[in-house]
């Protein structure tokens, strides 16, 4: 998908050397068709290397999206800089009247925090309030998968003993679901989290469906039945290194970290890690682009509420 974005941001040149469609404004316009409105709500301290990462996975189909970056106004990051917060990004207030196709909450590194003792709480509260009725589907990503699943439907996140870091096999639970069409019946995926949602509480919910499970790494995919809420507990969205960069940061710090599972050759850090999840990574996105966000979607999004 062509995925329009200033010119300017850093991750237009990195997608362009990879070849990824990227769509300059002033072509976009000549285009007579209406984009796929999605805003990225980025709750990452690294929001450049995110925001990179999910606009390569939201640029590999054959339609227009125009991506709004979001950012809270009740956090100040300190890991990236105000020039390019204020250059790219928004806050809610700014965008709360208007609609969107999709949305895509990233993590955060605060899940060994309880959801009411974070500082921007009672804000992403609002924004997925909003998102009901502003947002025709959204992803939820790690963090932002349990703080959905909390808020929405009441399932609560457990600490568990030990991180669950690495790359891990999981198995489709429901092979009807359209998010899920073309993947193989296992596929890999990144985990890097310190808590866990039960897929014992997701089966219970009626609201839901569990869809991909690990048997190391427990829940990874969950949607509600209307598919207008999506929620990802791991990280399809990392490149080769992140998890690289986030095993060597820990040591740096002098953290207790174990080397991350089916990750490094031979378990060997000197090593590149081989990306084993790109292409269902990439599969994901088209889906619930395509599926869920473009079939569905009304074409005039005053209409989200309507289902027109």
Same mark, same amino acid.
């Given at each position: 998908?062509?995925?329009?974005?200033?010119?300017?941001?850093?991750?237009?040149?990195i997608?362009?050397?990879?070849?990824?469609?990227?769509?300059?404004?002033?072509?976009?316009?000549?285009?007579?068709?209406?984009?796929?409105?999605?805003?990225?709500?980025?709750?990452?301290?690294?929001?450049?290397?995110?925001?990179?990462?999910?606009?390569?996975?939201?640029?590999?189909?054959?339609?227009?999206?125009?991506?709004?970056?979001?950012?809270?106004?009740?956090?100040?990051?300190?890991?990236?800089?105000?020039?390019?917060?204020?250059?790219?990004?928004?806050?809610?207030?700014?965008?709360?009247?208007?609609?969107?196709?999709?949305?895509?909450?990233?993590?955060?590194?605060?899940?060994?925090?309880?959801?009411?003792?974070?500082?921007?709480?009672e804000e992403?509260?609002?924004?997925?309030?909003w998102?009901?009725?502003?947002?025709?589907?959204t992803?939820?990503?790690?963090?932002?998968?349990?703080?959905?699943?909390?808020?929405?439907?009441?399932?609560?996140?457990?600490?568990?003993?030990?991180?669950?870091? +690495?790359?891990? &096999?999981? $198995?489709? @639970?429901d092979?009807? =679901?359209?998010?899920? #069409?073309?993947? %193989?019946?296992?596929?890999?995926?990144?985990?890097?989290?310190?808590?866990?949602?039960?897929?014992?509480?997701?089966?219970?919910?009626?609201?839901?469906?569990?869809?991909?499970?690990?048997?190391?790494?427990?829940?990874?995919?969950?949607?509600?039945?209307?598919g207008?809420?999506?929620?990802?507990? +791991?990280?399809? &969205?990392? $490149?080769? @290194?992140?998890?690289? =960069?986030?095993?060597? #940061?820990?040591? %740096?710090?002098?953290?207790?970290?174990?080397?991350?599972?089916?990750?490094?050759?031979?378990?060997?850090i000197?090593?590149?890690?081989?990306v084993?999840?790109?292409?269902?990574?990439n599969?994901?996105?088209?889906?619930?682009?395509?599926?869920?966000?473009?079939?569905?979607?009304?074409?005039?999004?005053?209409?989200?509420d309507?289902?027109?």
């Amino acid at each position: 998908m062509p995925v329009k974005i200033p010119n300017s941001l850093p991750a237009t040149k990195i997608l362009t050397n990879e070849n990824i469609f990227v769509m300059t404004e002033k072509r976009a316009v000549k285009q007579d068709i209406r984009p796929l409105k999605i805003a990225i709500l980025n709750l990452m301290p690294t929001k450049i290397t995110t925001e990179t990462q999910l606009l390569r996975l939201l640029g590999n189909s054959s339609l227009q999206v125009e991506v709004t970056l979001l950012q809270t106004a009740s956090h100040k990051s300190k890991n990236t800089s105000a020039a390019h917060l204020s250059s790219f990004y928004s806050t809610f207030d700014t965008i709360k009247d208007q609609n969107y196709d999709g949305l895509v909450i990233t993590g955060a590194p605060v899940e060994q925090l309880e959801f009411e003792e974070v500082n921007y709480w009672e804000e992403l509260k609002e924004i997925m309030q909003w998102s009901k009725h502003h947002v025709f589907s959204t992803l939820h990503i790690c963090w932002a998968s349990q703080a959905g699943l909390y808020y929405h439907h009441g399932i609560k996140k457990h600490a568990i003993n030990k991180k669950i870091f +690495g790359v891990f &096999e999981h $198995d489709i @639970l429901d092979n009807k =679901s359209k998010l899920l #069409r073309g993947f %193989d019946d296992d596929f890999n995926a990144p985990h890097s989290r310190h808590t866990q949602v039960m897929s014992t509480d997701i089966i219970s919910c009626s609201e839901l469906n569990l869809l991909a499970h690990s048997k190391e790494a427990g829940v990874l995919l969950a949607e509600s039945n209307d598919g207008r809420l999506v929620y990802v507990s +791991g990280h399809l &969205e990392y $490149d080769a @290194l992140s998890l690289d =960069s986030e095993f060597k #940061r820990d040591l %740096d710090k002098g953290h207790a970290i174990e080397i991350p599972k089916n990750y490094y050759p031979n378990d060997d850090i000197t090593q590149i890690p081989k990306v084993t999840w790109r292409a269902h990574a990439n599969l994901l996105f088209a889906n619930w682009l395509n599926y869920y966000v473009y079939q569905e979607t009304p074409y005039d999004l005053k209409n989200i509420d309507k289902g027109e």
